[in-house]
């Protein structure tokens, strides 16, 4: 039985992670350092606690979603954190749903294995950790149709599988611990370096005398079709509804872009492998923020970085 759900970290994606909970009949009570969040969950009749550990203290599962690996260790292992009390805490089942390095994934999950359940309910013999992270931004998150990608137990993943499908659409199951940090990290990086191939195609594309708009049904009907190209194309005016079409407002902002692109590249080293790509699109999205764009979209890599046309 995971009735209750302690829920830490009401940012952007959080915050609505919460909500779609909270509509779907679970017993929510949350925190997070920003007092002005807390105040708009118990003004809503949600329970708010001061602490990681009172949340979990409160709860069969603890669901987080913070902004990055160091957030994620305080969060845990801090002081006041979710595993406080190691030898005989109460959640089963922890979820974090950051997007974090796996490294730092099965680190936390180690530590989880290594508590001990005050109740041991069902089958829960020991607490469980999943790294869950998603995909699909705020809007996804607020409509609940986002997708998540799981690492760690299998059994943890089909009982926590409720969970994810009340606040998304799609949980896929990765493997061990710290698979669905991976899976996230390597979506983040084929999704920018597709950004990228896109926006060089249509930078030169336009110099060599061929519409952006033209140049859009060519891709869409050959090879080259994509993600970038036929769902959220970086060339404003092409699409509607996306991005590229109101300034690069909202969407998928650069500074997330380059924190992701920031593991992918820490992954790779870590690896030992050869991935050029994966680096110059990390200096690339950089540099846009050092440019001043960081809460632009992501695809405003085509105006800012290739057309030349700064503003
Ligand atoms: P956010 O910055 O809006 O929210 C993070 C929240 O965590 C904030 O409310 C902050 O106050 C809180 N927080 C920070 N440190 C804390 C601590 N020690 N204890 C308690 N609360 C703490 O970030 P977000 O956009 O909601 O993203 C969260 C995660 O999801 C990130 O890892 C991000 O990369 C990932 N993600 C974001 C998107 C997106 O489009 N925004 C999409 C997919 C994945």
């Excluded at 118990?42 to 957030?71: C, N, Q, R, Y």
């Excluded at 680190?107 to 699909?136: R, T």
């Excluded at 896109?198 to 140049?215: D, H, K, N, P």
Aim: charged share 20%; net charge negative; proline share 4%.
């Amino acid at each position: 039985e995971l009735g209750s759900v302690g829920f830490i970290g009401l940012g952007n994606m959080g915050s609505r992670m919460a909500n779609n909970l909270i509509k779907n009949g679970y017993k929510v009570a949350v925190h997070d350092i920003n007092c002005n969040v807390m105040k708009m969950f118990s003004d809503m009749g949600v329970p708010t606690k001061e602490t990681p550990f009172e949340v979990a203290e409160a709860s069969d599962v603890v669901i987080t979603m913070l902004p990055s690996s160091s957030h994620v260790l305080d969060v845990y292992t801090g002081p006041n954190g979710v595993l406080r009390c190691a030898n005989l805490m109460r959640p089963q089942l922890l979820i974090d749903s950051s997007t974090i390095d796996p490294r730092t994934s099965r680190k936390v999950s180690v530590a989880v294995s290594n508590c001990i359940l005050k109740e041991k309910k069902d089958h829960w013999e020991k607490p469980v950790m999943l790294d869950a992270p998603v995909s699909g931004g705020v809007l996804a998150a607020e409509a609940g149709t986002l997708t998540f990608m799981v690492g760690g137990s299998e059994d943890a993943y089909l009982a926590a599988k409720p969970l994810f499908l009340s606040m998304g659409k799609n949980a896929i199951y990765c493997g061990g611990a710290g698979t669905g940090s991976a899976a996230k990290i390597c979506n983040n990086l084929a999704m920018a370096v597709s950004m990228l191939g896109v926006s060089e195609a249509f930078a030169l594309g336009q110099s060599l005398g061929i519409s952006a708009g033209t140049l859009t049904k060519v891709l869409n009907t050959s090879s080259a079709r994509c993600w970038s190209s036929d769902s959220y194309n970086p060339v404003p005016g092409v699409m509607e509804g996306v991005p590229a079409s109101r300034n690069y407002a909202g969407g998928f902002a650069s500074k997330l872009m380059a924190k992701d692109l920031n593991l992918a590249a820490t992954s790779v080293e870590e690896a030992g492998l050869q991935c050029p790509l994966t680096y110059q699109a990390h200096e690339i999205y950089t540099e846009l923020c050092r440019d001043g764009h960081e809460i632009e979209d992501f695809s405003c890599v085509f105006r800012h970085y290739y057309s030349g046309k700064d503003e």
